[in-house]
C-alpha cells in the first residue's frame, strides 16, 4: 500500500495488522482520485472507517488542507498514527477513536463542514445508511460536499433522497465505488 500521487507519491503506509481491516487496493484508490479530478487545494477531509488513512493521506499528499481521520479499533489507529507521523501530517491532521455506527457526536471537537467524505466501512455490516445519516444530523457536510463509499456490490446505499444525489458509480469486481454530492 502506498500514496499513489502528491507530495508524497511513492511513500509506503503500514496497514494494521490482522484481517479486521481491509485496506483499499491501489488500483482503486487510484481510479477513485482520478474520478475526483483534482482541486484537493483547501479541503477539509473527513475519512470514516478509516484503517490506515490511505485515503485522508491520499487527499492530502494532494494538497488538502486538513484531514480528520475516524475509526474504532486500536490497531487501525495504531497504523493511522504511524503513517502520520513519518508522513510528516501530525500538524494537518486530527485523530479520532470512535465508534461511528452509534453516532458521529465525536465530531463536535472536529472542524466543520467537510468538502470531502471518503467511508470504507466494513463490507455488508449495514453502516453506510447510518452514517450518511448521522453526517446531516451533525452538519458535518455543507451544500456540495462529495462523499465518496467504497462498499460491496450487494449492499445497497439508501440516502437522505433531499440531502444528497448519486452522481457516479463504479464497479470494481465485488466492490462498488458510489460518489453522492450533498445538497443542504
Same mark, same amino acid.
Given at each position: 500500500?502506498?500514496?499513489?500521487?502528491?507530495?508524497?507519491?511513492?511513500?509506503?503506509?503500514?496497514?494494521?495488522?490482522?484481517?479486521?481491516?481491509?485496506?483499499?487496493?491501489?488500483?482503486?484508490?487510484?481510479?477513485?482520485?482520478?474520478?475526483?479530478?483534482?482541486?484537493?487545494?483547501?479541503?477539509?477531509?473527513?475519512?470514516?472507517?478509516?484503517?490506515?488513512?490511505?485515503?485522508? /493521506? *491520499? #487527499? @492530502?499528499?494532494?494538497?488538502?488542507? $486538513?484531514?480528520? =481521520?475516524?475509526?474504532?479499533?486500536?490497531?487501525? %489507529?495504531?497504523? +493511522?498514527?504511524?503513517? /502520520? *507521523? #513519518? @508522513?510528516?501530517?501530525?500538524?494537518? $491532521?486530527?485523530? =479520532?477513536?470512535?465508534?461511528?455506527?452509534?453516532? %458521529?457526536?465525536? +465530531?463536535?471537537?472536529?472542524?466543520?463542514?467537510?468538502?470531502?467524505?471518503?467511508?470504507?466501512?466494513?463490507?455488508?455490516?449495514?453502516?453506510?445508511?447510518?452514517?450518511?445519516?448521522?453526517?446531516?444530523?451533525?452538519?458535518?457536510?455543507?451544500?456540495?460536499?462529495?462523499?465518496?463509499?467504497?462498499?460491496?456490490?450487494?449492499?445497497?446505499?439508501?440516502?437522505?433522497?433531499?440531502?444528497?444525489?448519486?452522481?457516479?458509480?463504479?464497479?470494481?469486481?465485488?466492490?462498488?465505488?458510489?460518489?453522492?454530492?450533498?445538497?443542504?
Amino acid at each position: 500500500m502506498r500514496v499513489i500521487s502528491g507530495s508524497l507519491k511513492g511513500r509506503r503506509l503500514i496497514a494494521p495488522a490482522g484481517m479486521a481491516t481491509r485496506p483499499t487496493a491501489d488500483r482503486i484508490k487510484e481510479s477513485m482520485f482520478n474520478i475526483l479530478a483534482g482541486g484537493f487545494e483547501a479541503k477539509r477531509v473527513l475519512d470514516l472507517f478509516a484503517g490506515s488513512g490511505s485515503l485522508g /493521506i *491520499e #487527499a @492530502l499528499s494532494r494538497g488538502a488542507a $486538513s484531514a480528520v =481521520f475516524v475509526d474504532r479499533s486500536k490497531m487501525a %489507529l495504531s497504523a +493511522l498514527r504511524r503513517n /502520520i *507521523e #513519518a @508522513l510528516g501530517l501530525a500538524h494537518q $491532521s486530527r485523530i =479520532f477513536q470512535w465508534d461511528i455506527s452509534k453516532h %458521529l457526536n465525536g +465530531l463536535q471537537a472536529a472542524p466543520r463542514p467537510f468538502d470531502l467524505v471518503f467511508m470504507d466501512p466494513p463490507y455488508e455490516t449495514g453502516a453506510i445508511t447510518p452514517t450518511l445519516n448521522a453526517l446531516v444530523a451533525c452538519r458535518a457536510l455543507r451544500s456540495g460536499t462529495r462523499i465518496v463509499i467504497e462498499h460491496s456490490r450487494r449492499e445497497a446505499i439508501v440516502y437522505p433522497d433531499d440531502a444528497m444525489t448519486l452522481m457516479d458509480q463504479r464497479r470494481f469486481g465485488k466492490t462498488l465505488v458510489s460518489f453522492l454530492d450533498a445538497m443542504l
